[in-house]
């Protein structure tokens, strides 16, 4: 199987249908079906979300459901999602197909061209990568990536891009220990991939449909910077127990 799409949900009964369906008709044009799966991992919803996608799978053929018992936070449903994941290239995008379809099949080219095990979309290097957002949210955004860039030695272009691919094996590896599953989960798994070593392709992106957004500004601000004090002391103690192996 060429490609695994991880969709992590949590209370999106209002939308999810659409997505799924959106995204399965976008795949099933561009792939035989034998090609691709759907994952939509449920982070323990409330709401009629687990009920809508199981009935779609009736209908759906490449839809699988993952189910979180309780509520862990978007990182455990993509973890959940990677962990089940089958294609030899493993993507997750936001539920509200925030950056469209076309750029999961331009991520999965370029895998399969050999530019990177790590494919990641980056709204800095395009100049609509923003457009569209509240300026509030655009501050906190690009505030967040220069605290991380100070405090973790960060090197990437765009943490939080919710729009991230990489190779089976590689993704087994990253998600597998993966402790943060807060919003912050995407710099735990960006610090354990600069640890690997392995070649890192960034591509592009722009957010096309800007849905309602679960993000607390003040509140997941405060919890970002607690999360990413633990995962950065968590890679020290990576590399210290690494250094004393080698010695």
């Not at 090197?155 to 919003?183: H, M, V, W």
Request: with cysteine.
């Amino acid at each position: 199987m060429r490609l695994t799409v991880v969709i992590p949900m949590y209370n999106e009964e209002a939308r999810i249908k659409e997505s799924l369906i959106t995204l399965h008709s976008a795949l099933s044009s561009a792939l035989p079906q034998e090609e691709f799966e759907i994952i939509a991992a449920n982070d323990g919803s409330t709401d009629g979300t687990a009920d809508i996608v199981r009935a779609l799978t009736q209908t759906l053929p490449r839809l699988r459901l993952a189910e979180l018992e309780q509520n862990k936070g978007k990182g455990g449903a993509v973890k959940a999602g990677m962990l089940l994941a089958k294609g030899d290239f493993v993507l997750f995008t936001d539920s509200d197909l925030a950056y469209g379809t076309d750029h999961i099949l331009s991520f999965l080219a370029a895998f399969e061209e050999g530019k990177g095990q790590a494919v990641l979309g980056s709204r800095a290097l395009c100049p609509e990568g923003y457009a569209g957002y509240p300026p509030l949210r655009r501050i906190l955004s690009k505030g967040y990536l220069t605290l991380i860039k100070l405090v973790a030695g960060f090197s990437f272009t765009d943490s939080q891009c919710g729009i991230k691919g990489f190779e089976n094996r590689l993704a087994q590896r990253l998600f597998a220990p993966l402790e943060t599953y807060g919003f912050a989960f995407d710099l735990e798994i960006l610090l354990r991939l600069k640890e690997e070593g392995v070649p890192v392709l960034q591509l592009p992106v722009a957010v096309i449909n800007h849905g309602s957004s679960t993000v607390h500004p003040a509140r997941d601000a405060l919890r970002m910077l607690r999360d990413l004090l633990k995962i950065k002391k968590a890679a020290k103690a990576r590399k210290r127990l690494i250094k004393s192996a080698n010695e």
